[in-house]
């Protein structure tokens, strides 16, 4: 079946821009989370989603980044007046729930800002 | 705080090189352990999950195992279409997210 799928595949911004990444998770997958994957810092936690309920967003590094998720569903996540210290792999990965643990992960968008 | 460490950062072994990757945690109340192979310019493919010490995973050419501090990602054998990097990743009991180490990078040479 198709896999949690992400737009743009590539996005080169200048600093002070806004950008908005995309994330499509697995159909019936109603946890959804985005993570940053940086060089020299792996892989780091940012925002989660788990149907209806608030999301999680102690990974946020700045009020610069803000999430959405609408109809349970698709998620958009926007990074207001980006630095050049947001360029990054921007990952979404989605779970069928929380207590089904295993994450499953699209194939990132790369953000180059310049 | 959860911590994950990887090591070594990176491993070049010959085709059939049989090796290890090791994986130590520390996490307040382990819900699991996961494994995922990362290949260049692609998001993270799931692995295996492991959930309690003692436990062993295996697929293909790889075993997974853990102890209470520790897993381990035995590679038999390898072959060149095996070189990615490979992360680790905990869960808590009391938490959504995954933390991640910082992936041990795999090169087979053939």
């Known amino acids: 079946g198709a896999g949690v799928s992400q737009s743009p595949s590539n996005k080169v911004t200048e600093k002070g821009k806004d950008v908005e990444l995309r994330c499509d998770p697995i159909s019936g997958h109603t946890a959804l989370y985005w993570y940053r994957q940086s060089l020299g810092q792996g892989l780091e936690f940012l925002i989660y989603f788990q149907g209806n309920s608030a999301p999680d967003k102690s990974g946020l590094p700045s009020d610069r980044f803000s999430a959405e998720r609408t109809g349970g569903s698709v998620s958009t996540l926007t990074i207001q007046r980006t630095q050049q210290e947001d360029s990054a792999v921007y990952l979404c990965?989605?779970?069928?729930?929380?207590?089904?643990?295993?994450?499953?992960f699209g194939p990132g968008t790369r953000l180059l800002v310049l | 705080e959860d911590q994950v460490t990887q090591s070594p950062e990176a491993l070049r072994l010959q085709e059939g090189e049989s090796s290890s990757l090791n994986c130590s945690y520390t996490?307040?109340?382990?819900?699991?352990l996961f494994w995922y192979r990362q290949d260049p310019g692609k998001g993270p493919e799931f692995l295996f999950t492991?959930?309690?010490a003692g436990e062993e995973k295996e697929k293909e050419r790889l075993k997974a195992t853990l102890t209470k501090k520790e897993s381990f990602l035995h590679i038999t054998a390898p072959k060149p279409e095996d070189s990615a990097t490979y992360l680790c990743a905990v869960r808590p009991n009391a938490g959504n997210m995954l933390t991640f180490g910082g992936g041990t990078r795999l090169m087979v040479k053939p």
């Open positions: 990965a989605s779970s069928l729930g929380l207590a089904v643990e295993t994450q499953y």
């Open positions: 492991l959930y309690s």
């Open positions: 996490v307040s109340g382990l819900r699991g």
